[in-house]
């Protein structure tokens, strides 16, 4: 089965400057690619993703980028503010009609971001 | 909409004890998840339903986790007897079908001592 790789566990910044955190993925036929916010005592929320026809996506400073030929992808978050501190999450999945594995997300261990004022 | 409502937000019980948990997915999603979340494991798939039917149950741990969807807008896990090592957080999550988007619930809490 699928499995996605995440680094770094642990990520410190202060505020203003960029955050990266990569992911890696094992099955080349995976096609769809989130990206979780989770704040302590809620569930993950979906703050960006990316399609396998697609390279990179943006959406006010966040962005991600995806190499196919790698299975690797990544997460940036420009300007960071305190408000980003959280533990984000990669995932991969192969959609498809009619797929057993349709819908279903295997998702990283996480990276715990902590952004200092 | 008021998103994924699950309950109880909290569950302390006592090893051995039956224990329910709830989930009302979004009106309109017709596929439906349950994830367990713990430090060690971090988030794993339990279970999934799509139109109500269990498509893949491969992450139940073994026969003391079951789940049911017995209609669109209701699902249950139920875990008896329960153990101390199933202490963690169970996420609900529900998408709609052909999207692989997920919203999570706020997840319930279990503790068992």
């Known amino acids: 089965g699928e499995n996605v790789e995440q680094h770094p566990s642990t990520l410190s910044v202060q505020e203003g400057d960029s955050a990266v955190i990569k992911c890696t993925y094992s099955?080349?036929?995976?096609?769809?690619f989130p990206w979780y916010k989770q704040e302590l005592g809620k569930g993950p929320q979906l703050i960006i993703d990316?399609?396998?026809?697609?390279g990179e996506k943006k959406d006010q400073r966040i962005a991600v980028t995806l190499n196919k030929t790698a299975k690797h992808f990544s997460l940036h978050i420009t300007e960071t503010q305190p408000e980003d501190s959280a533990v984000y999450f990669c995932?991969?999945?192969?959609?498809?009609?009619?797929?057993?594995?349709?819908?279903?997300?295997?998702f990283g261990q996480g990276t715990i971001l902590t952004v200092h004022p | 909409d008021a998103g994924v409502i699950q309950s109880p937000r909290h569950e302390v019980t006592e090893m051995g004890q039956e224990v329910t948990l709830r989930c009302k997915p979004i009106?309109?999603?017709?596929?439906l998840f349950w994830y367990r979340q713990t430090m060690m494991r971090g988030l794993e798939l339990l279970i999934y339903?799509?139109?109500?039917?269990?498509?893949?149950d491969s992450g139940m741990p073994e026969d003391r986790f079951s789940a049911k969807m017995p209609n669109a807008s209701f699902s249950t896990l139920k875990i008896q007897p329960s153990e101390p090592r199933d202490s963690a957080v169970y996420f609900c999550?529900?998408?709609?079908?052909?999207?692989?988007?997920?919203?999570f619930g706020s997840g319930t809490r279990l503790t068992v001592v």
């Open positions: 999550a529900s998408s709609p079908q052909g999207v692989a988007g997920y919203t």
């Open positions: 099955d080349s036929a995976s096609n769809y």
């Open positions: 990316i399609r396998s026809n697609v």
């Open positions: 995932a991969a999945s192969k959609g498809g009609a009619g797929g057993t594995s349709y819908g279903k997300l295997t």
């Open positions: 009106s309109g999603h017709n596929s």
């Open positions: 339903f799509n139109n109500n039917v269990p498509i893949d």
